[in-house]
């Protein structure tokens, strides 16, 4: 029972790159790769640690991190289903808890925030998504659903079904997990977009200073103006659609990806 039972949670490991990953073509690929590696030998390690096998659980997991760079920690709890994408530079530390269907991205940190006893790592519920480089820090939990951007570092928990992204991680999204309608929470700052407005708008209160004073002064140079707006409408229109939109990317950067 137990062998059989392994042998699901294969097959559902499995099953998890064919349906995240476009690049997996076959089985004999998917064999090779790291994060599979990885996780079968965690489970293997896992085992042994559940059994208060002395040495081996960490000979194993140490052994897995030289063979695929990806350190996972043989006390985690990993649900099936489990996905780590390219995996190069992921660490899992020993109090995480995985649920099913979670999917990580290379140079994903789970780790704790000090050196205290007892749960100091993150729990992920079913089917989250954190993206490349991100890093989820201390007895936290992110919920159902759930993605965290590329390069975000998670210090609070995260509801189900929501888009937490940038330094300290801010929730800019939740999602209905019914329709899959995305709702924005919160607007995301565009300096490059400010500033090009503003020196619009600076130019644009030039020119009327100055045709007052050709105007006052009887003395004309239309060669030497502008037109009303010579930057190209294109522009604007990017612009006021990034204004309309902002909060959150339409890419996979704030869906949790990065890559």
């Known amino acids: ?7 699901r949670v294969l097959r559902d490991d499995i099953r998890a790159i064919f349906r995240n990953d476009p690049a997996a073509r076959n089985l004999a690929e998917v064999l090779l790769y790291p ?51 390219h995996g190069m530079g992921v660490v899992i530390g020993e109090t995480t808890e995985i ?5 990580l991205y290379q140079g994903v940190t ?20 954190v ?21 975000a570092v998670v210090v609070k928990d995260v509801p189900a ?31 490059e977009g400010e500033m090009l407005r503003g020196l619009r708008a600076k130019i644009m209160e030039l020119e009327m200073r100055l045709a007052d004073l050709e105007d006052v002064t009887h003395v004309h140079h239309l060669e030497h103006h502008l037109t009303y707006d010579a930057l190209p409408e294109s522009l604007w229109c990017i612009l006021e659609e990034e204004e309309h939109h902002n909060g959150v990317a339409d890419g996979e950067y704030s869906q949790g990806g990065g890559i």
Request: one cysteine or more.
């Open 1 to 7: 029972m137990a062998t059989y039972s392994l042998l």
């Open 35 to 85: 994060g599979l590696h990885a996780i079968v030998l965690h489970r293997l390690a896992h085992a042994l640690w559940r059994r208060k096998t002395p040495f081996l659980p960490r000979l194993i997991s140490q052994y897995a991190r030289f063979l695929t760079g990806i350190e996972i920690h043989p006390g985690a709890r990993i649900g099936c289903g489990f996905f780590i994408d």
């Open 99 to 103: 649920g099913n269907d979670v999917m």
């Open 110 to 129: 789970l780790g704790g925030t000090g050196k205290q006893q007892g749960k100091r790592h993150p729990t992920l519920a079913d089917k989250v998504v």
């Open 131 to 151: 993206g490349v480089g991100a890093s989820v820090l201390g007895a936290i939990t992110v919920g159902e659903g759930a993605r965290v951007g590329g390069g």
């Open 161 to 191: 079904h929501a888009t937490a992204i940038g330094v300290p991680a801010r929730i800019v999204a939740t999602r209905d997990p019914a329709t899959g309608e995305t709702r924005r929470v919160e607007s995301l700052p565009d300096p």
